[in-house]
């Protein structure tokens, strides 16, 4: 009868500590690992007037993190597949990469009781 206690106590014990556990896993484990992945490449698009082919057009960038410029053209709408960029992509000389706000971020947080200024 003894053993049935002790496996209950070592069942409650296991219960109240897998979640200390499960942090300690993650800001000793898992946040380290996050800061040694590399960042990933961004895919950027933008309408603009291209001065080579004289018409406006809808462009894909593959933009590298931390880069003032777009290292390739992944896409552009002047070509009918839209995907195989036959040109010698001069527009990658006039490209900027800027960071903007990302749309799932709130224009706007509620304060005051739940009132939004707008």
Same mark, same amino acid.
């Given at each position: 009868?003894?053993?049935?206690?002790?496996?209950?106590?070592?069942?409650?014990?296991?219960?109240?500590?897998?979640?200390v556990?499960?942090?300690? *896993?993650?800001? /000793?484990?898992?946040? +380290?690992? #996050?800061?040694?992945?590399?960042?990933?490449?961004?895919i &950027?698009?933008? %309408?603009?007037?291209?001065?080579?082919?004289?018409?406006?057009? *809808?462009v894909? /960038?593959?933009?590298? +993190?931390? #880069?003032?410029?777009?290292?390739?053209?992944?896409?552009? &709408?002047?070509? %009918?597949?839209?995907?195989?960029?036959?040109?010698?992509?001069?527009?990658?000389?006039?490209?900027?990469?800027?960071?903007?706000?990302?749309?799932?971020?709130?224009?706007?947080?509620?304060?005051?009781?739940?009132?939004?200024?707008?």
């Amino acid at each position: 009868m003894e053993w049935i206690t002790t496996l209950l106590a070592g069942l409650a014990l296991a219960v109240l500590l897998a979640p200390v556990f499960t942090l300690f *896993a993650t800001i /000793f484990v898992l946040v +380290p690992l #996050a800061h040694l992945v590399p960042r990933a490449p961004m895919i &950027s698009r933008v %309408s603009l007037d291209c001065p080579f082919a004289k018409s406006r057009v *809808a462009v894909e /960038f593959l933009n590298a +993190p931390g #880069a003032e410029q777009p290292s390739n053209v992944l896409g552009c &709408s002047f070509f %009918s597949d839209g995907r195989e960029v036959r040109c010698e992509k001069g527009c990658l000389a006039m490209a900027r990469t800027r960071w903007g706000l990302s749309p799932m971020a709130p224009r706007y947080s509620l304060v005051a009781d739940g009132v939004a200024l707008r």
